[in-house]
């Protein structure tokens, strides 16, 4: 768990101290990293790495890593990093000083150049790559979004962050809320990539990178270097997976995230995902770990996990998030690294009959589909909107998530998961456990969230926990939730008309709950938007 930081400006370049000293103070809180905390100035650009080391602590391993041309500060894992080393040492071409995931890269860019080294790479990761050679800096994300990678550019200057909030402390930024971000949280609970809840600041998209070569008053566009359609699309081709197939690649990737030079736990949430999480690390693993359980918190600690959560650089709407923020500080007094399972789930296999059925009931005029039987609805339709209704909140304008679909036959529930895993869990949910994470000070790995699963099948959430929000909200959050709904709250987010949602507030005291998780989405916003 690193906190990547940067600047590139020419005005910097005269003066290394001070991009060296900027460079540094835009670094996340410290509880991303707790170890070395080391910057490379070189002509306009500055990177900062605060590290939590986890694997190589000796001296080659510090963060950034430079083997010219190229620097490289990174935070997360590279999951394949022993299969890459092995294939860079067979060309007799690379030399390592140590064995570390930023030297990985490093050496690979240096070997392959980046376009097919990204091809190439496995994991949960951002990076920042300085090419010297050519004068220009690769912002990079990883494919399934785990790891966050801010940028804005403002007075000549680019910068980039770890954290949202680390650009406070920029001379001359000022955080602006971005009404349209906050329409989009109270809509679908969560902000898609590229836009975030500040203004003028992006999220590089997961999947994708962005090159800097001069540092202006507007950001390149970030350009994708994997899509999730196209390996859905290679997979059906080749026929699918299989269940033997699957259980061996969660085999190789729960051995994978326990590639650490220090000790780890795991997140016991008792579903079927965790238990074979469980099984797979004691076969992968020779180190004794902790089980740490994920459970309901009662009134006091559940006060204490919505303060601290109202603090992250960006809210999260999962209920579930006060359990997790508990369950990842109970873990960070005794390890550096948790584990925790995400479910996989593979849609079946569509039989001869279901398929003609589909694609005559996609014949029928759009008019006409509201009056067919319900049980047709599995079957055909449009899967956007199904996902979006499901999905959606608040019924409020709000830029809908950018997803290109797969261009395969499938059932309209296949495609529905599809957007489940393309936006919900690479927007939203991954993401969100970072920051978590990142505020209890653990890194946090979730092995079966890896892009490698979608060759065999789409992995979504694992289904832990049900907490009764009603009660919350009702009880113990209650004078908390009430003191935030007022005009000024309200102005902040640019909603003019309160009223819809002092309303459902007042109905639900009342005892109406159809309006409960999006009363519980708007009050982790409101309390977020407080800290601005």
């Not at 070569?213 to 566009?221: F, I, Q, R, W, Y």
């Not at 290109?404 to 991954?430: K, Q």
């Amino acid at each position: 768990m690193t906190a990547l930081a940067g600047l590139l400006s020419e005005k910097m370049q005269a003066q290394q101290d001070v991009a060296r000293i900027l460079a540094i103070d835009i670094l996340a809180p410290a509880t991303r990293g707790r170890d070395d905390r080391n910057a490379f100035v070189q002509g306009p650009c500055a990177i900062a790495a605060h590290t939590h080391r986890t694997i190589d602590l000796t001296p080659d391993g510090a963060q950034p890593f430079t083997t010219a041309p190229f620097t490289v500060a990174l935070d997360g894992y590279v999951a394949n990093a022993l299969i890459l080393r092995r294939e860079m040492e067979d060309t007799g071409d690379a030399t390592f000083r140590g064995h570390g995931d930023a030297e990985i890269i490093a050496q690979g860019a240096k070997l392959w150049g980046l376009n097919r080294l990204l091809q190439k790479l496995e994991g949960a990761f951002t990076f920042a790559l300085w090419d010297a050679e050519n004068a220009a800096l690769h912002l990079v994300r990883d494919r399934m979004g785990a790891r966050p990678l801010y940028v804005t550019a403002f007075d000549g200057m680019t910068a980039f962050a770890s954290d949202l909030q680390g650009f406070r402390r920029l001379p001359g930024f000022s955080p602006v809320i971005d009404t349209q971000g906050a329409a989009a949280y109270l809509a679908f609970g969560h902000v898609a990539a590229p836009r975030t809840l500040w203004k003028d600041v992006i999220s590089i998209p997961p999947g994708h990178r962005m090159m800097i070569k001069t540092a202006e008053n507007s950001l390149p566009k970030a350009e994708m270097y994997w899509s999730p359609a196209t390996t859905v699309e290679e997979s059906a081709l080749r026929g699918g997976g299989d269940s033997v197939r699957l259980e061996r690649l969660i085999a190789a990737l729960s051995g994978e995230a326990t590639r650490l030079d220090v000790p780890f736990s795991m997140i016991d949430d008792f579903t079927p995902a965790t238990f074979q999480l469980r099984s797979n690390l004691d076969r992968a693993s020779d180190k004794p770990y902790k089980a740490i359980p994920l459970t309901l918190p009662d009134g006091a600690a559940l006060q204490i996990a919505y303060e601290s959560l109202s603090l992250l650089p960006e809210p999260v709407a999962d209920p579930m998030a006060a359990s997790w923020y508990l369950a990842c500080k109970n873990a960070a007094n005794d390890t550096g690294v948790l584990l925790a399972a995400n479910g996989v789930e593979i849609p079946p296999p569509e039989d001869s009959r279901t398929r003609r059925l589909r694609k005559t009931l996609d014949l029928v005029p759009g008019l006409f589909k509201p009056l067919l039987p319900a049980r047709f609805a599995g079957i055909s339709g449009n899967a956007e909107a199904r996902y979006l209704t499901r999905t959606r909140l608040w019924p409020l304008d709000a830029p809908d998530p950018d997803v290109i679909e797969p261009r395969i036959d499938a059932t309209l529930a296949s495609r529905i998961a599809f957007y489940e895993c393309a936006d919900r869990l690479r927007n939203a949910v991954l993401p969100g456990l970072d920051r978590i994470a990142f505020a209890a000070g653990i890194e946090l790995r979730l092995p079966m969230a890896d892009a490698r699963v979608l060759d065999i099948g789409l992995p979504v959430a694992s289904a832990a926990g049900n907490p009764d929000i009603a009660t919350w909200l009702r009880g113990p959050l209650r004078p908390r939730v009430a003191a935030q709904m007022t005009k000024d709250a309200f102005d902040r987010l640019g909603i003019e008309q309160s009223a819809p949602f002092t309303d459902a507030w007042k109905d639900f005291l009342a005892g109406d709950n159809t309006r409960t998780r999006p009363l519980w989405a708007l009050s982790t916003l409101l309390a977020w938007s407080g800290r601005q």
